[in-house]
Each structure stands twice: as structure tokens, then as C-alpha cells.
């Protein structure tokens, strides 16, 4: 038996980085209190969610990893908790600003970075605007506890990549989020969000976390943001499922808090095998 | 607006090919008095499932598709109901043989066939003792009500099966199964199965049938099977989701039947397009 502990973050952002990262350190302290090893917050996580306008002074948000500030927190409380923490954050590198993760294993090392491949577009979702598409390709990260893969957040929609951080030996999957009302296409997907990461589970017989912000952050019109007015209400619903994609925990739309989960790592790599799905793959079959 | 009503058949199969044929027929004149336009029978429903077994006098019952007895049959249904038939059925090639798929038009012709891609092996889904892995590649048919895509059983648990044809064009996708009871890995996969399913509807934005047997077959020891002795309970649960993995109809394990729902297949068009998941994703990314 290897046994570990997952968990998931679900909270407000507030316009303060300082008071984001300070409320998102409580909540990892409530979930390594109660047991957890391996605890995800929600994507960009320190502020409310910029992408809602396209602003060009919002560019100077993204910084380099080593100056990153919820990075830098971040590093200590993983070492002084023992736990393993995948940060999310606008990352600069040179000319290019990426949705990226940091990947911060339990001695608060920084394992290494993922950057977003898929980015969305929509009205009120502008990612389009601001981050280049993922260079890194998918990654796995042999954490302390586990061997973890990590998608962000319009990546949680693709089954492409769930199944290539399992085909590249994740034994756990997670996807911090930010995902809320459409106000123009006047659909509450919640549901449908929730069905295609359990759909990931299922297929990939590996356990998902999910991290979802919540709350409502309003857009005032501005010469800046070319006049728009908007409000997204983000929806919670933090969830996490077993290696058949059953909700195991999940956090309803309005509340902060936190969800713990465990599994038996030994347990879901002998149902893997004995499934045999992964021996019958024929990726010479896949080809575009 | 193009809507389209699909339909799945669920049956017990007897050892007897003309009765399971006649049977089969009879519940999808049944689903077509109700509207149905496509209807989908399950996998291999001609017999009783015999690759819980190993004979090799059952590789007898291949044949090419000209000959086979329930394509012969319902071309004619097809053309007579103007319904259109993907029939699952055991495929001989020369040396080879096949768990296939012809797709009949509503006019009675052969659209082409589909090779099962992935085949299962365990001690009572002995299908890699019977089947070469399929040769056709994903297929995508354009019917006359709808571009269908077929994936056959074990198909239906690859995320690159739905994603392949998606991407090649379908609009609606369908799953011919014979699934049930473990005898040895004592585990029930019928709410598994399920999810991995509703993932693909989700993530492809597009409603998913799938048409499974019910009932006991039961093995008895012969020095042709190597003496083994042996019972599977097929579990039926036969369903059709919507375009989000939402169940909109559902069989229960033990009744024969016929369930229907109808789409709009614009409406759904226009939907994978403004959730913008086909635009955003990164095929050179997916290189294994």
C-alpha cells in the first residue's frame, strides 16, 4: 500500500495579492492539518480574475518564477508543512507571459514548470490576450508522495491531456481553475465541466483534483478596458474523483474550504494494469 | 434546425442465429414505429457472446460481409423502415478476421465497414484470440440523417476513439457493446463504463448511444473450451447521453427494450463551435 493524501482549495479572490496569498496559506494549513500531502489551489490564484478585460498595464503582472510572490511564499510553506504544492501564476520568460504552474514538491523545491498548452477565448475568458500558448509540452512530476500531472484549467477540457500526462506516468491528475458564468451564451456548465474530468478519470482509471475559485468579480467601465462593464460569478464546485471518476468529495458553488481525498497509489496503478486499457492502445492508430 | 432521433436496442441473445436476428428486428421495427431514425443493436448480437471462451471451431463463424446473415437481413429492414443500421458482426478478410461494423444507409446500401481497433483481452473477453486488431482506421459515415461515427465495445473505453472522430466529422457517435459481470476481478463497471462514455459526449460536445446485451450465457466444460465452466451476466444499462454526457435516456440490467432521444444536430454544430474546444486544440502537442 502507498497511500496519499489529496486535497483541493476552494476560495474567494480579493483585488490584494497580499491578502490572496495570506488566505490561500490558511486554507493550505487547514488541509495539511487534517492530513493532506498533495493540496491544489485554484488557478491565478492571487488575483481576481484579470482575463475578464483586456487591459495592456495587466502584462506587468506576470513576473519570472523566481519573483513570483505566491512562488516565493509558497516555497517555505511547502517546506515548513511538508507538502506538496502546484502554484499557479502569469509568468514571464523573456518576451513571452505564460498561465503557468510551478510545481513545488515537499523540501519546497521547485520541481519544475508547466505552462499552459490550451488557451481559451471567449467574450469574458480573454486568455487569448494575454498568454502565449504552453511551450513545455505536457509534464509529469515526481513529487515526494506521488508522480503527478497537471493541466490548467482550460486544459482540464481536452482529453488529449489527461491521457498524455497518464501515458507519461502520472499517478494523480489536477487542474487548478478559474471557471464561472457565461454571460452571453447564457449556459450554466458546471455539470458538463464536472463529466469531462470524471470522463478523464474514468479513462485514464487515475484519480482528479479539481481547484475552482469562487465569488463574483465585476468589470467597471474604463478608458483602459475599452469601456466594458461585466460581472462573473465563478462557480466552486471543486471536486475530487476516484480512479473511476466517481465524486469522492466535491464543494458547492458559494462556500470556501477545503476537500481531502485518499488513495491507495499501489491499488490504482494493479487496477491499471489489470484493465488492461493502457496495453491496448495502438497510438500507430492515432495519427492525424 | 436538423434534427435526427437516435435509438438504442437492448436484447438477450440465444444460441440460435435466426431467432437472435428475428428478435433484433423486432425491437427495431419497433424503435422506428416510434420515430427512430438511427438505430443501434449491440455488439455481436447474432450469438451468444462466444469469446468467453476459447474454440477454434468458432472461428467458423467469421464470414465476409456479403454473406453475413444479419447484414443480408437488414439491408432489407434498413430500406423498407428508411432507418439507418450500423450492424456489428463477425468479419472474415482472407486469413484474417474481424470484429466489425457495417454501417447500412437508410436506403438499404453498405456505407463501408469499420474494424474494431482495440481488442480486450481478460479470462472471459478472449477477444484477442479470435479478432486481429482492426485495419480501417476510425471511421466516420455520412448517412443519410447524420455523419455517424462507430467505436465497437472495447472501443468505448478510448478517449481517442470518440476524439479521432470527432475530429474526422462526426455528429453523432455510437457504441455497440457486450459488457457485464467480472467473475474474477469481482468489480461492477457499469457505472465506470458509463462515465468514461459521458467523458467522450462531454469533451466532443456530442451525444453518445450505446446499445448493450443483457441476460446469462453460460459456458459448460468440453475438451474443445479446455474444460472450462463459466457464466457472464451482460448488465445492459444501455444509453443515450446528450452533448455535455448528460444521461437523456437509460436502460436498467435486466429488461429488453428500446430507448429514443432527439437532437438537433445545427444546434449541436453550433455549440462545439462557440465552446471553441476544436479551435484551441494543439495537435503538435499530442505527439507520443
Redesign the interface.
Known amino acids: 500500500m502507498r497511500m496519499v493524501t489529496t486535497a483541493a482549495v476552494q476560495m474567494r479572490c480579493s483585488d490584494r495579492i497580499e491578502e490572496n496569498i495570506a488566505h490561500a496559506e490558511e486554507l493550505v494549513r487547514e488541509a495539511a492539518s487534517r492530513g493532506a500531502q498533495i493540496i491544489l489551489l485554484p488557478e491565478l490564484f492571487e488575483r481576481q480574475y484579470f482575463c475578464q478585460e483586456r487591459r495592456y498595464e495587466y502584462y506587468r503582472f506576470a513576473k519570472p518564477v523566481e519573483e513570483n510572490d505566491a512562488v516565493l511564499r509558497f516555497r517555505e510553506v511547502a517546506k515548513e508543512l511538508s507538502v506538496v504544492l502546484p502554484i499557479s501564476f502569469f509568468e514571464k520568460d523573456g518576451n513571452l507571459l505564460f498561465n503557468s504552474v510551478a510545481v513545488l514538491d515537499a523540501d519546497g523545491s521547485c520541481l519544475g514548470i508547466y505552462r499552459k498548452?490550451?488557451?481559451?477565448?471567449?467574450h469574458y475568458y480573454q486568455e487569448k490576450f494575454y498568454f502565449t500558448?504552453g511551450n513545455t509540452?505536457?509534464r509529469t512530476f515526481k513529487t515526494r508522495y506521488a508522480t503527478i500531472g497537471v493541466g490548467i484549467c482550460?486544459d482540464q477540457?481536452?482529453?488529449?491531456t489527461?491521457?498524455?500526462l497518464a501515458?507519461n506516468g502520472a499517478e494523480l491528475l489536477y487542474f487548478p481553475t478559474a471557471i464561472g458564468s457565461e454571460p452571453i451564451?447564457s449556459v450554466d456548465?458546471m455539470?458538463?465541466w464536472r463529466?469531462?474530468?470524471?470522463?478523464?478519470?474514468?479513462?485514464n482509471l487515475m484519480p482528479v483534483t479539481a481547484a475552482n475559485r469562487i465569488g463574483l468579480e465585476e468589470v467597471f467601465p474604463c478608458e483602459e478596458n475599452g469601456g466594458q462593464k461585466s460581472a462573473l460569478e465563478f462557480y466552486g464546485s471543486s471536486f475530487i474523483t476516484n480512479g473511476?471518476?466517481?465524486l469522492k468529495a466535491s464543494m458547492d458553488r458559494t462556500s470556501e474550504g477545503v476537500i481531502l481525498a485518499e488513495f491507495d497509489l499501489d491499488e490504482l496503478m494493479e487496477n491499471r494494469l489489470?484493465w488492461?486499457?493502457f496495453r491496448?492502445?495502438?497510438?500507430d492508430?492515432?495519427h492525424?
Chains 1, 2 share one sequence.
Open positions: 498548452t490550451h488557451i481559451p477565448d471567449d500558448p509540452g505536457f482550460w477540457w481536452f482529453p488529449e489527461a491521457r498524455f501515458v451564451l456548465s455539470a458538463h463529466r469531462v474530468m470524471q470522463g478523464h478519470a474514468a479513462a473511476t471518476g466517481e489489470s488492461g486499457l491496448d492502445r495502438r497510438p492508430m492515432y492525424e
